[in-house]
């Protein structure tokens, strides 16, 4: 008889794959880490004994992610940044240098979102996601790599992304867009970069629930009862298992490996099924009503 069991639990938070003190001495700037997967890959970075740099916009989120990382008796340092403005990334850098020296990894991983049926998207509803997901992680690496280049030191870039960036995003166009832009830049810049020492790779979370999520977000994942019967592994992803894929990405022991897009998520963007359940439109799934221009 096969049972359904789903994939196992992983190990507790607070283990790690790696060895102790992987990071010792290298500084990571992550973007957006004062809430949700940002918090929780620096913080796996920060427990392999990196310093840490947080570069978001709001202050709440810079004092929680600095308290997380403090809790964790590792360095750490925040700059406000809009990673909108390429001015405001230098002079995060130049905070992150003075702290700590230039940052060995950056970990791009601020990015907005919400969702919205398309023909509803006003043009400043676009422009805003893909100006912050997309152009925002483009200038934050291009001002990592050119100090990088400038200092003759290697340095690894991790991207986060999403699935849809392959499969499109129904109710998310221009976040998936931007996705997949951020993916395809991931191929180039590894390759242009690559002879500079610098790798470049991309990270795709599947669904990893936190408290932290927007309420559009938070309220498009209410409109479905059980987050866990929905995924081939009968479970979302636990918020260290990105930590850990992270910090694989960017440690020695991954330093051939650069132009690839590691997914973690249980295989849930393969997924078909079978017979097709009933096709129902994004204003649907969303309780709106018809589009009245
Ligand atoms: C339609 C919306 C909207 C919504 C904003 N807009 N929210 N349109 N539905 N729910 C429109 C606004 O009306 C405006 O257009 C334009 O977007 C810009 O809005 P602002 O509020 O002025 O922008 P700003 O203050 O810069 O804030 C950016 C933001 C905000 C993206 C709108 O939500 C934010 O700061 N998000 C950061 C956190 C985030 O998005 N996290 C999600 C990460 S991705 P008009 O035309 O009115 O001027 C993620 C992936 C999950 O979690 C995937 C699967 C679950
Ligand atoms: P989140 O908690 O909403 O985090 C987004 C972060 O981005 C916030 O900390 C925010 O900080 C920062 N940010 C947004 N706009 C910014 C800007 N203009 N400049 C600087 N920082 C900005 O979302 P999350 O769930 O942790 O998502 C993190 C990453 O995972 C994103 O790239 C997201 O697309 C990806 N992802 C998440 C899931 C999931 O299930 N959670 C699934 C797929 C992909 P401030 O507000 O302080 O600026």
Same mark, same amino acid.
């Given at each position: 008889?096969?049972?359904?069991?789903?994939?196992?639990?992983?190990?507790p938070?607070?283990?790690?794959a790696?060895?102790?003190?992987t990071f010792?001495?290298?500084?990571?700037?992550v973007?957006?880490a004062?809430?949700?997967?940002?918090?929780a890959?620096?913080?796996?970075?920060?427990?392999?004994?990196?310093?840490?740099?947080i570069?978001?916009?709001k202050?709440?989120?810079?004092?929680?992610?600095?308290?997380a990382?403090?809790?964790l008796g590792?360095?750490?340092?925040?700059?406000?940044?809009?990673i909108r403005e390429p001015?405001?990334?230098?002079a995060?850098?130049d905070a992150?240098?003075?702290?700590?020296?230039?940052?060995d990894?950056?970990?791009n991983?601020? *990015? #907005?979102? $919400?969702?919205?049926?398309?023909?509803d998207?006003s043009p400043n509803?676009?422009r805003? =996601? /893909? @100006?912050?997901t997309?152009n925002?992680?483009?200038?934050?690496a291009?001002?990592?790599?050119?100090?990088?280049?400038l200092?003759?030191?290697?340095g690894?870039?991790?991207?986060?992304g999403?699935?849809?960036a392959?499969?499109?995003?129904?109710?998310?166009a221009?976040?998936?867009?931007?996705?997949?832009?951020?993916k395809n830049m991931?191929?180039?810049?590894?390759?242009?970069?690559?002879?500079?020492?610098i790798?470049?790779?991309?990270?795709?979370?599947?669904?990893f629930?936190?408290?932290d999520m927007?309420?559009?977000?938070?309220?498009?994942?209410?409109?479905?009862s059980d987050?866990?019967?929905?995924?081939?592994?009968?479970?979302?992803?636990?918020?260290r298992e990105l930590?850990w *894929? #992270?910090? $694989?990405l960017?440690?020695?022991?991954?330093?051939f490996?650069?132009?690839h897009?590691l =997914? /973690? @998520?249980?295989?849930n963007w393969?997924r078909?099924s079978?017979?097709?359940?009933?096709?129902v439109t994004?204003?649907?799934?969303?309780?709106?009503?018809?589009?009245?221009?």
């Open positions: 008889m096969s049972e359904c069991i789903g994939l196992p639990e992983p190990p938070r607070g283990a790690h790696l060895p102790a003190g010792a001495g290298q500084t990571v700037f973007t957006g004062g809430t949700g997967l940002g918090k890959i620096a913080e796996e970075f920060a427990r392999l004994g990196a310093a840490i740099v570069a978001s916009r202050p709440e989120h810079l004092d929680a992610g600095r308290a990382i403090e809790a590792a360095p750490v340092t925040t700059v406000p940044c809009d001015e405001q990334i230098a995060a850098f992150a240098d003075a702290a700590f020296g230039l940052p990894v950056l970990v991983n601020a *990015a #907005a979102n $919400f969702p919205v049926p398309a023909e998207m509803a676009w805003t =996601v /893909v @100006d912050i997309l925002g992680t483009f200038f934050c291009r001002e990592f790599a050119r100090r990088h280049l200092a003759s030191t290697p690894s870039i991790v991207n986060v999403a699935s849809y392959w499969t499109g995003g129904p109710g998310f221009h976040s998936a867009a931007a996705k997949a832009g951020v991931v191929e180039t810049l590894a390759v242009e970069w690559g002879p500079y020492g790798q470049v790779n991309g990270l795709v979370p599947g669904l629930p936190h408290e927007t309420a559009d977000i938070q309220g498009n994942l209410e409109r479905t987050k866990d019967v929905v995924q081939p592994a009968l479970r979302v992803g636990r918020l930590g *894929a #992270a910090t $694989f960017a440690s020695p022991y991954a330093r490996v650069s132009g897009t =997914v /973690v @998520d249980g295989a393969q078909r079978l017979t097709n359940p009933p096709v994004v204003r649907d799934q969303m309780g709106k009503g018809p589009f009245a221009g």
